[in-house]
């Protein structure tokens, strides 16, 4: 445990690079993600921390009473406490920017965080649900986010996706999104994507 409060995984990268965050979906870990961000930047400090909310045993980063149902309080509380988290490693690794990269659970801290505090430069959501509308406070210029997505998804609708990615679009960032055909789960075409994005920066 750190003094922060996370579990985590760290690959201290050279100063000066960009940090990456990776972030695991419900019932993942700290290693959920860990091998696929050292494979996207491999000079870049690559964070994971672990959810600090067990749900009947498994992680997640904020609590809630159902699926699409948040307890909105300690949604609060989490991004507080993650974009706190985040700015302090940022600082201690001298990172140049702030990548973000989440999963489920993990995209929708990411994507919460990103609303609230904008710290994130880069963020790919995958498979994000945020099922209410958020406030639309600050500007989002100039942040690039990927949104991947399943076209069957039963957890995150098309159309709870989709107004993300147009609330994200309203506050001016750049947002592109990709779909696969399926559900839940991660397809090729979205590691694909999420390669492309990265190495496109």
């Known amino acids: 445990m750190t003094e922060s409060g996370y579990v985590h995984r760290l690959h201290a990268g050279a100063p000066g690079k960009p940090i990456l965050i990776v972030l695991h979906g419900t ?3 700290e290693n959920q993600l860990f091998d696929f961000g050292r494979q996207l930047l491999p000079e870049a400090t690559v964070l994971a921390p672990r959810g600090d909310v067990s749900e009947h045993g498994a992680a997640r980063f904020f609590r809630r009473s159902g699926e699409g149902a948040y307890d909105m309080v300690d949604l609060s509380r989490a991004t507080e406490k993650m974009a706190a ?3 302090a490693f940022a600082d201690e690794y001298q990172a140049s920017r702030i990548f973000g990269l989440g999963f489920s659970n993990g ?5 919460n965080v990103l609303i609230e505090k904008g710290i994130f430069d880069l963020a790919v959501l995958m498979h994000p ?10 500007t989002l210029a100039g942040r690039k986010v990927l949104v991947t997505a399943g076209r069957r998804d039963p ?4 159309a709870v ?13 750049e947002v592109g999104t990709v779909w696969h055909p399926g559900g839940h789960e991660i397809a090729p075409l979205e590691i ?9 920066d």
């Open 27 to 29: 019932g993942g870990d």
């Open 155 to 158: 957890i995150a609708p098309m």
């Open 85 to 87: 988290y985040v700015k």
């Open 192 to 200: 694909d994507a999420v390669r492309d994005f990265f190495s496109g």
């Open 129 to 138: 649900l945020i099922p209410f509308q958020p406030e639309a406070n600050s």
């Open 161 to 173: 996706t989709e107004a993300l990615s147009q609330h994200l679009k309203g506050r001016g960032a």
């Open 107 to 111: 995209a929708n801290i990411l994507a």
